[in-house]
């Protein structure tokens, strides 16, 4: 974890309602996986978002407005300084990666992704990618992935883009190994659907943070290998240590 | 004056190097905040709550946001007092070298005494922090710190094993704090630690259902300084032993307005989570607000507001 002051450099819709956000700054050497906790101005609890993108002078972000503070961060103009901790959380390993691992997006869980599949791309690894939304409107981060020469498939619920139907229904035949971020359905059905091929896995998940550093125990979920926080011992988890059973929908 | 002489305060017969004492259950057990500051700068800490047994907590989301605080439901999630005498201490020993407050939760005036016992081989143990309060564990319906006798009972039982000072922490959901501070003094408290986190509640206007999975949580940071004030107060004036004052604390200002109104140490709990760099920060910022309004030495304003 590091504490910092990062700038707005570029804050900017790339989907309905979702925004990419450049920050500049010292904010210490992320991994795909991690996350930032944002302080928005006025609000308690710091914001957890997943880095998009990071290099030696910043960070990129893609956030979608859910409530009050992602709503005040869309707002915020070039130059806005915010007091953020980075660095934060345990991300995707990808030393059992095998050569042709798949990414699987849902929604906002694409965020995270670009930053993997560059570090995969870099270590001379094939990865694939499936990324699933809603509908059409809110698809981001497909052509980003593309220009790494990641090979991209994108389904929509509702059919208007891509695939019609879920990540699940534009599996390719075969991957070496999974990377998942969405929501539980979407991670739970992938989980299942890799089940009987015995295909290894990392899954990212989220919690209500009270700190976002492993202090509070705000995050805890049972794991096989008993409690962990998700902010520190995760965000992700190693598909054997999952228990679906004890996490709320 | 050298500045450090101005911060000195005394807990039931141990000095510390300044009041600042992060709260229990927002400092773990002290080693991942020296990952990142020196934890030896502080008063002391008190630990993560620990009972008899290992508990998993209460279901999750556990965490609400509110206007200036917070919710959380954590509910004494903690490995159990072997494991932390086997596991945590020997890890806080290693980042931390004064004596650090041990934070104890129950379900029953034995286990209380249990945990303590269990405890009290730990030379690393400057006082006991007995939770009589915690809001979200119920054991047969109210809280055991709601109630005198159920505190004299606990307060009793714990007294009976132990001759390290035992500071009982009560909570502000009760009709009148100061009795129950005058209970647990009568069974030997040798101080009193207050408030608590107030039982509180959000409701997610999306799901329109409680946002914390328990429904209700506890509610504390800069919002509940207020009530944490006014209750220092009045067991300021019920008891004689020492107070620990906490809730809302989040500045060097705030902790000068908590030892006025009584306390004889400070507690910071919330604000260690949205920073944690909060309490460093804050014995930092003392000395210059001892200037700025014209006070030596800080024990000499404990109770000042009287
Ligand atoms: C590890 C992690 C990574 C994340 N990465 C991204 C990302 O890359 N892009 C993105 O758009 N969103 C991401 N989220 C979700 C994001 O944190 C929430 O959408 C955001 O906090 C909502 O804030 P709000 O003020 O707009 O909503 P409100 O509902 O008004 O927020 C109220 C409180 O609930 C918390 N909260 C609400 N929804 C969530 C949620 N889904 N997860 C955790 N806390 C929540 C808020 O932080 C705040 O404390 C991530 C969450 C986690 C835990
Ligand atoms: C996440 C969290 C966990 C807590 N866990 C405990 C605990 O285990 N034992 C306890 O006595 N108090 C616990 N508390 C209460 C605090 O120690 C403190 O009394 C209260 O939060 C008021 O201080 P604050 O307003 O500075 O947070 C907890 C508070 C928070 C926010
Ligand atoms: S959010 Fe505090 S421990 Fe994870």
Known sequence: MEKTVLTVIENVPVAKDVYKMRLSGAAGETGPGQFINIAVPGRFLRRPISVHDACADGITIIYKVIGGGTEDMSRMEKGTRLDVLTCLGNGFDTAPSGDAPLLLGGGLGTAP???????????????????????????????ELSSLGVDVAVTTVDGSLGVKGFVTDALPEEFSYVYACGPLPMMRAVYDKTKTDGVGGQYSFEARMGCGFGACLGCSIKTTGGSRRVCRDGPVFRREEIIWETREG | MGNAGRLTTELCGITLDNPIIPASGTFGFGYEFAEYYDINCLGTFSFKGTTK???????????????????????????????????????????????VMANVGGFSPGEYAYTVEALDGE?????????????????????????????????????????????????????????????????????????????????????????????????????????????????YEAVKVPIVGMGGVSSAEDVIEMMLAGASAVGVGAANLFDPYACRDIIEALPGALDKYRIGNIRDIIGGAH
Request: net charge positive; charged share 20%.
């Open chain 2, 123 to 235: 030379d690393c143990i400057g006082w006991y922090e007995i939770n009589v309060s915690c809001p979200n564990v119920h054991a047969g319906g109210a809280v055991t710190g709601s109630d005198c006798r159920a505190t004299a009972e606990v307060t009793r039982a714990v007294r009976r094993v132990t001759k390290k000072p035992v500071i009982v922490k009560l909570s502000p959901n009760v009709t009148d704090i100061a009795e129950i501070a005058k209970a647990a003094e009568a069974e030997g408290a040798d101080g009193i630690s207050l408030i608590n986190t107030l039982l509180g509640m959000r409701i997610d206007l999306r799901s329109k259902k409680p946002v914390i999975a328990n429904k209700m949580g506890g509610f504390s940071g800069p919002a509940v300084l207020p009530v944490a004030l006014r209750c220092v107060y009045q067991v």
């Open chain 2, 53 to 99: 047994e290992p508990r998993f907590g209460n279901p999750t989301p556990r965490i609400a946001e509110c206007p200036a605080g917070m919710i959380n439901s954590v509910g004494l999630q903690n490995p159990g007092v072997h494991a932390v005498v086997e596991h945590e201490l020997p890890r806080l020993r290693e980042c931390f070298h004064k004596p």
């Open chain 1, 113 to 143: 992704m670009y930053l993997l599949a560059k570090k995969l791309v870099c270590e001379g690894k094939h990865p694939r990618a499936v990324l699933g939304f809603a509908s059409a409107d809110d698809v981001f981060g497909a052509d």
